[in-house]
Structure formats: C-alpha cells, structure tokens
C-alpha cells in the first residue's frame, strides 16, 4: 500500500502559478501510475491530469491543457503538478492519487485506490 501526501498549495493572484507535490511512501513508487483531480466548492471532484508510471504517457482535462504539467521523479517518489497562467476557476482542492492496476491510471476516479489528503489552491482575481 502506498501513502500520499500532498503540499504546494496556497493563494495566488491570479496569471500566477504554482507547484503542487505529491509525496509517496510504502511500495516501489514506480510501480504506481499517477493522478491529479480537483474539487472545487459545491462541485463534483474532477479529473485535472493522469501520468504514467515512467513518466512518459500523461494526459490533460482540457480545461487546464497547455497550463499544467505533471511530472515524476522516481528517486525522490514524487510526482509534480506545475500550475501556470492559473485562473479564479482553477481554485479547488487539489487530490494525488495512485494506481497499481495499470501502467496507465486514466481519467477516471474508480481507477485510483489511493488517495491524498488535499491541498487548498485558490486563485484570487
């Protein structure tokens, strides 16, 4: 089993960024395929980016495509969620999550057993 734990969060002015970390321990973190997804206020929780467990595969909701950016370091089993030109809309709960089922997590929340604890981003106008 592997614990999550997620920093980075914070207010930002929005067109600022930020980075958001995602911590892992337990098994070999590169067995793990990666998640981000959200939650805004009085929202459903949404899918924001999936990474594969090399790295090499990720995918983007369209809403964030071409301002975010995920990223792992295997040595230090983190994955990174770089957050840029954010948006009054981006302001959530951020969640990492983990698969161990696939070399690819996907889109969908049922495909991620594990989850972090949240972070608070929220972007101010």
């Known amino acids: 089993q592997v614990q999550l734990v997620e920093s980075g969060g914070g207010l930002v002015q929005a067109g600022g960024s930020l980075r958001l970390s995602c911590a892992a321990s337990g098994r070999l973190f590169s067995t793990y395929a990666m998640g981000w997804f959200r939650q805004a206020p009085g929202k459903e929780r949404e899918f924001v980016a999936a990474i594969s467990r090399s790295g090499g595969t990720t995918d983007y909701a369209d809403s964030v495509k071409g301002r975010f950016t995920s990223s792992r370091d295997q040595v230090k089993s983190t994955v990174y969620l770089q957050m840029n030109s954010l948006k009054p809309e981006d302001t959530a709960v951020y969640y990492c999550?983990?698969?161990?089922?696939?070399?690819?997590?996907?889109?969908?929340?049922?495909?991620?057993?594990?989850w972090g604890q949240g972070t608070q981003v929220t972007v101010s106008s």
């Open positions: 999550a983990a698969s161990s089922s696939a070399y690819y997590g996907g889109t969908q929340e049922d495909n991620y057993p594990y």
